[in-house]
């Protein structure tokens, strides 16, 4: 792509990454939301991986993706830390409804789970970072076993 070609599209770096930084948060809370759509008849630990699973095949599996929403846009700029205070937002939520979910079915207490979601996407965000940007990988499944441990453990807190 050319410069001419580049600015057409974008205002600059930050236009860039606030685009790309939505469609790539849209496309893997959208990957998240349909995996707990379609576990309801499941239980809480096995809508917890099903929904690590869709996570990290949406951003960690490849290594751009990741980079570009968890490492490249902190501290890009205020219109980019603007929306990444929203995102984390939006996810707190989506993850506290379904941690309420099932503690009205009784499989974990009942309880505020604003900050336990901010301190469980940041866990979770760490450890796909690390994950994605090395060659030689752990399995998927010991990530979301991993994941899963930290997950509850902060749940039932």
Do not use: C
């Amino acid at each position: 792509m050319s410069s001419r070609q580049f600015y057409e599209e974008f205002t600059g770096r930050e236009s860039l990454l606030l685009e790309l930084f939505a469609l790539i948060d849209r496309e893997s809370r959208t990957a998240v939301l349909a995996s707990l759509e379609q576990s309801t008849e499941e239980t809480a630990l096995q809508r917890i991986d099903s929904a690590i699973r869709a996570y990290v095949q949406s951003i960690g599996t490849d290594m751009r993706r990741a980079r570009v929403v968890l490492v490249e846009v902190v501290g890009a700029g205020t219109k980019v830390e603007k929306m990444r205070g929203e995102s984390r937002r939006a996810w707190s939520s989506v993850l506290a409804r379904a941690a309420e979910d099932a503690a009205l079915h009784g499989e974990i207490p009942t309880g505020d789970y604003d900050l336990r979601m901010l301190a469980i996407i940041g866990a979770v965000n760490y450890v796909v970072d690390e994950w994605s940007g090395v060659e030689s990988r752990q399995p998927l499944d010991e990530v979301i076993r991993v994941l899963s441990r930290i997950i509850v453990g902060a749940i039932r807190a």
